[in-house]
């Protein structure tokens, strides 16, 4: 048999001798790994919340909704500032998607926009902890009981943040995870989890993933094909394990960098005493990015500009029914946010090459 590749070299062997088994034993669709990467979940990440593994983040806030029971008519509140996969599966759902604004710190939702899009229609609150920093859950929490909602916490940037010291996709009612492979948990392939503490949601999960279908051949709902296949299970279950080392090295270059950028005129990311950021990304605030940007590509440096465009703003909303009402901190941002690289395979030398880049762009304006 050809000596299988895969694409991470800082995978361990481990992984790679997980992902052989699984070939061999020829069991690719769901079976035992997603339950071992499911408990392994369980006992290091979202204890008490049960974790239920399906095929990717996007599916996961779907089944999210639905288990919100969030229909057609329905409304829902949610971040301007995000991927369209928070809000896409809102509209498979019939329901209309309601744009809160960003606090300009911490580019999360801002609780004080949501409040004042709160009336009897909204039937849930969706929250992004943005780049791996929590959100403000506490107030978010607090206008949710008022309104006797939900609030659904999508954490796909944000694995191992905590609040409070409470893991986040365990702090709302139900919790959304992706295990996209650039994420700071991620497969070879797509991937994602809910999680919850509620047993009867939980199992509604299981056999929603799975052409409705809690035993094989009984098909008692509606349902879809939303599930982890074993490849990916048993990758996941390994790379778990290493997932606290990696979390701590983007912590370790982030430190690094605003140490480092503190006497340029970028705006480092928001920290709080509080919670603990992941650093899924590290995304700092620019005077003239796209120079800055240019400037970076000149030196080989690689960046990116995170949701350049507002998610209503994007052509495939533009017959959708969805409502804006003032989103102006979150589009003046769109021209100043820049993503530096952050990631645990990075040598400390880069780091400060990296910000050496961005110190001498504005020292020569």
Same mark, same amino acid.
């Given at each position: 048999?050809?000596?299988?590749?895969?694409f991470?070299?800082?995978?361990p062997?481990?992984?790679?001798?997980?992902?052989?088994?699984?070939?061999?034993?020829?069991?690719?669709?769901?079976?035992?790994?997603?339950?071992?990467?499911?408990?392994?979940?369980?006992?290091?990440?979202?204890?008490?919340?049960?974790?239920?593994?399906?095929?990717?983040?996007?599916?996961?806030?779907?089944?999210?909704?639905?288990?919100?029971?969030?229909?057609?008519?329905?409304?829902?509140?949610? *971040?301007?500032?995000?991927?369209?996969?928070?809000?896409?599966?809102?509209?498979?759902?019939?329901?209309?998607?309601?744009?809160?604004?960003?606090?300009?710190?911490?580019?999360?939702?801002?609780?004080?926009?949501?409040?004042?899009?709160?009336?009897?229609?909204?039937?849930?609150?969706?929250?992004?902890?943005?780049?791996?920093? *929590?959100?403000?859950?506490?107030?978010?929490?607090?206008?949710?009981?008022?309104?006797?909602?939900?609030?659904?916490?999508?954490?796909?940037?944000?694995?191992?943040?905590?609040?409070?010291?409470a893991?986040?996709?365990?702090?709302g009612?139900?919790?959304?995870?992706?295990?996209?492979p650039?994420?700071?948990?991620?497969a070879?392939?797509?991937?994602?989890?809910?999680?919850t503490?509620?047993?009867?949601?939980?199992?509604?999960?299981?056999?929603?993933?799975?052409?409705?279908?809690r035993?094989?051949h009984?098909?008692?709902?509606?349902?879809?094909?939303?599930?982890?296949?074993?490849?990916?299970a048993?990758?996941?279950?390994?790379?778990?394990?290493?997932?606290?080392?990696?979390?701590?090295?983007?912590?370790?270059?982030?430190?690094?960098?605003?140490?480092?950028?503190?006497?340029?005129?970028?705006?480092? *990311?928001?920290?709080?005493?509080?919670?603990?950021?992941v650093?899924?990304?590290?995304?700092?605030?620019?005077?003239?990015?796209?120079?800055?940007?240019?400037?970076?590509?000149?030196?080989?440096?690689?960046?990116?500009?995170?949701? *350049?465009?507002?998610?209503?703003?994007?052509?495939?909303?533009?017959?959708?029914?969805?409502?804006?009402?003032?989103?102006?901190?979150a589009?003046?941002?769109?021209?100043?946010?820049?993503?530096?690289?952050v990631?645990?395979?990075?040598?400390?030398?880069?780091?400060r090459?990296?910000?050496?880049?961005?110190?001498?762009?504005?020292?020569?304006?």
């Amino acid at each position: 048999m050809k000596e299988i590749v895969l694409f991470y070299p800082h995978v361990p062997e481990s992984a790679r001798n997980a992902a052989r088994e699984v070939l061999n034993t020829r069991w690719i669709g769901q079976g035992p790994r997603v339950d071992e990467f499911e408990q392994v979940w369980f006992e290091k990440i979202s204890k008490p919340h049960r974790a239920i593994a399906v095929g990717s983040g996007t599916d996961a806030l779907h089944l999210a909704y639905i288990l919100a029971g969030i229909g057609p008519g329905d409304e829902v509140v949610t *971040p301007v500032f995000t991927c369209t996969a928070t809000t896409t599966p809102l509209l498979y759902q019939g329901a209309k998607p309601i744009f809160a604004d960003i606090k300009p710190d911490s580019l999360n939702i801002d609780p004080k926009s949501v409040e004042s899009l709160m009336n009897e229609r909204i039937k849930a609150i969706v929250c992004v902890h943005y780049g791996g920093l *929590p959100c403000d859950m506490d107030e978010l929490q607090a206008i949710a009981d008022k309104w006797d909602v939900p609030i659904i916490e999508d954490a796909a940037q944000a694995h191992q943040a905590e609040y409070k010291g409470a893991r986040v996709g365990g702090i709302g009612d139900i919790g959304c995870f992706s295990f996209y492979p650039h994420k700071n948990l991620g497969a070879y392939g797509d991937g994602g989890a809910v999680t919850t503490n509620d047993a009867d949601l939980a199992q509604l999960v299981r056999a929603l993933r799975y052409m409705g279908q809690r035993e094989k051949h009984k098909h008692e709902m509606l349902g879809f094909q939303e599930r982890l296949d074993e490849l990916q299970a048993a990758i996941l279950s390994v790379r778990l394990r290493h997932l606290a080392q990696w979390t701590a090295l983007r912590q370790r270059w982030a430190a690094l960098y605003d140490e480092l950028l503190a006497d340029t005129p970028v705006v480092t *990311p928001a920290r709080r005493k509080d919670r603990t950021h992941v650093y899924y990304m590290y995304t700092i605030k620019a005077p003239d990015r796209d120079g800055l940007m240019a400037h970076l590509k000149s030196r080989g440096i690689g960046s990116q500009i995170i949701y *350049p465009t507002a998610v209503p703003d994007q052509g495939a909303y533009a017959v959708t029914p969805c409502r804006v009402v003032s989103c102006e901190r979150a589009r003046s941002l769109t021209s100043q946010i820049l993503c530096l690289p952050v990631f645990p395979e990075l040598r400390e030398e880069e780091v400060r090459a990296v910000a050496a880049a961005v110190s001498d762009f504005y020292a020569t304006r």
